[in-house]
């Protein structure tokens, strides 16, 4: 029976390749980031390739991350993939990319969808991208038991880290954070314009927001939307286009919004505020909504994706412990993940295999062995299995 050997019984071969917030800055993760109108293209440039069979595209603001099943070593055809995509040769993704390989690509998707991988450890936001992400592939038949396997397990230990630890009983996200710089304007009362609170995060911060009674809220819809309702009276809702028309007015403005394009430009900032009051401004968006200049602008402050991964490091230093406890659970998960894959190739690989040992209860005796055994030591058993004729 065939054991490729850097993979042992564990699967297929999973593999991943991940360019994020801690291996490339905002800039470059904005080239990599794959919107979701041109997601499927994405997956089909990754199926076509001749070592693939299985593959899921995660792309966020802090992270793009290809994960696929199939043959050894699909690296080089996954970087040639995201060097394509975004417009860049295969030298450059590689100086930016991590790659994980086998039970590494399994533990690192467990971290990534538990939050313990995230800009800011801990945030909610992260579990339903994945899950989302894993569901945009799986409804067109891009996974299959691998996989659809992994990703499940994945899943499910995140919501035991979320019951079983403090890691986000006291989460803080990025929404969140955007939130609190507002909170901290030395102001009684504050008008915030919010860009984008019809959105996933934007509907976060709004949220976050009207849980302070002396803000006001000033959102932007864009007329062939409707117009969002929040059932708050402190919220007014004005159109998109008229967005210049109520900087004048705002003590903070936000932006996060899926635009391609940049929803305020610094030469219509200044024509449109006519006092010189502190303002604040914050893009959480990616690629990043708020033309950079703004940030030069007198009376004017910028806070950009990499300014908040700076004040997200307390709040990381304070889970410390949630983090070990959390840990510990991945472990016993990623385990059983392990061993399920474990067994389920050595059963597909060897159809005889209950045959040779009919004198015995052999199925009955390897479930035991898979349930008592951690994988490292089940691989072994089955490799010693495997050898029987």
Known sequence: MHKDADFGYMGLGMECISINHKTAKSSDRQRCFVPKEETENYLRDIMNLDRVEQCVLLSTCNRTEIYVQGEENCFKGLEEVMARAA????????????????????????????????????????????????MFSKDRGYTDYELNSVFQAALACAKRVKTETMISKTSVSVATLAANEVFRLPLAQKTVLLMGS??????????????????????????????????????????????????EEADAVISATSSPHYTLMAEKVINAIKTPKER???DISMPPDIDEDVAGIENCCLVSLDDINQLAEENNRRKEQALMEADEILKEDLDMICKVLAFHRFTEEDAGWKERYESWPAEKLLYLLRDELDSASFEAVLGVLGRVE
């Open 87 to 134: 417009g860049g040769d295969v030298q450059w993704i590689r100086s930016l990319v991590r790659r994980y390989q086998g039970r590494a690509a399994v533990q690192h998707l467990f971290r990534v969808v538990c939050g313990m991988e995230s800009m800011v450890i801990g945030e909610d936001e992260i579990l339903g991208q994945v899950r989302e992400a894993y």
């Open 198 to 247: 019809s959105g996933q995060m934007g509907g976060i911060i709004l949220k976050n927001l009207l849980s302070q009674e002396n803000i006001r809220v000033i959102a932007t819809v864009r007329s062939h939307n409707g117009i969002y309702q929040s059932g708050n009276p402190r919220v007014e809702n004005v159109d998109y286009q008229d967005r210049y028309d109520y900087l």
């Open 280 to 282: 604040l401004f914050l």
